[in-house]
């Protein structure tokens, strides 16, 4: 039990705390211009995002952030850190609909300058330039801004939200309690394990060892689907706090965000924040393979090609998508050597 935990350390899943982030600037629409002086705001590496060279026309009704989660014990966020979770947040510019992506950190993905590697790599190389031009080109995407949150945020979050329910099974409970004694060890705190399963209000370091728990059956995938659970429960419970609390823990986040999005943007999206609509979320790659490969563990898209439409579909509403002549290459190449061992 330990040796996994130990195994799946620096595995801290917080894309979800990103997403609600989001959502936390939004709801500070009063007190916001001198908060987001404490966000660490830079775009130098914009002009090296790749992007897909052949747009579809469909995706320009569309804004698409993406979210990543680093476990960094420094709050490095810019680079040199994996980003342990990886997210895109797709909003439909007309109906405020939102849509949620989980890409699975260890896809086999073709990074750019670096060879095929597992897509979590490509942070941890060339930060968020690198990470979102292997989005784009591996997967038929423009997505251009992105924000970056550290693990300690997801607990801080919470905390302050009061907690959140949490329907916890008997499976889930053994190594729920394990994360929490190690994020106890990384923090500093003395938070006790849950003593039973079912449903219960948990605290911010219960809730993220929940979002790491990745042996039970599912594994990976599944973990996935917690990280969504826990954005939908605390996207429910931003709403019902009131906006004096909200602005008191957007003090304590905001140093630990890392974005492109300008001050002027984010105040944008905070005029639409009432209307936002979680409406579907999924993980990718849809159809999926994994297994070790020359020693290595990694998610292979089972034919990427018909992957990448089965994603336009679900994000665009586009129903005749004709993947890109690079995903149709790195779909042959993936397929060649997806058996291998």
Known sequence: MAKKIKKSKGKLVKLLLIEILILLLLLGGYKIYSTLKKINFDNSQDGNILTNLFPDENQKGYRNIAIFGVDSRDNKLDKDTHSDAIMVASINNKSKDVKLVSIYRDTYSNIPGYD??????????GGYALSLSTINTNFDLNVT????VNFKALVNTIDSLGGIELDITDAELKYLNGYVREL?????SSVGK???????????????????????????????????IVISK????????DKVKVLSIIDDIF???????????????????AS???????????EKDAHTY?????????????????LQEFLFENETYEPSSTVKEYSKYIESIRTQK
């Not at 801004?145 to 970056?148: A, M, P, S």
């Not at 106890?184 to 500093?188: L, T």
């Not at 605390?234 to 706090?241: F, H, I, P, Q, S």
């Open 294 to 310: 020359k020693k290595v563990s990694y998610v292979f898209p089972i034919n990427l090609e018909e992957n990448v439409i089965k």
């Open 145 to 148: 801004e992105y924000i970056t």
């Open 234 to 241: 605390m996207l429910d419970k931003v709403k019902a706090t």
């Open 184 to 188: 106890n060890k990384i923090n500093g």
């Open 194 to 228: 849950l003593k039973s399963a079912g449903k219960q209000t948990v605290n911010g370091t219960q809730a993220t060892a929940y979002a790491r728990i990745r042996y039970t059956k599912g594994g990976d995938f599944k973990r996935a689907e917690r990280q969504r």
């Open 255 to 273: 140093p630990q965000v890392y974005t492109n999005l300008t001050s002027t943007e984010i105040l944008k999206l905070a005029k639409s924040f």
């Open 116 to 125: 095929f590697d597992k897509i979590t790599h490509a942070y941890f190389k």
């Open 276 to 286: 936002y609509n979680i409406v579907g979320e999924t993980g990718f790659p849809f």
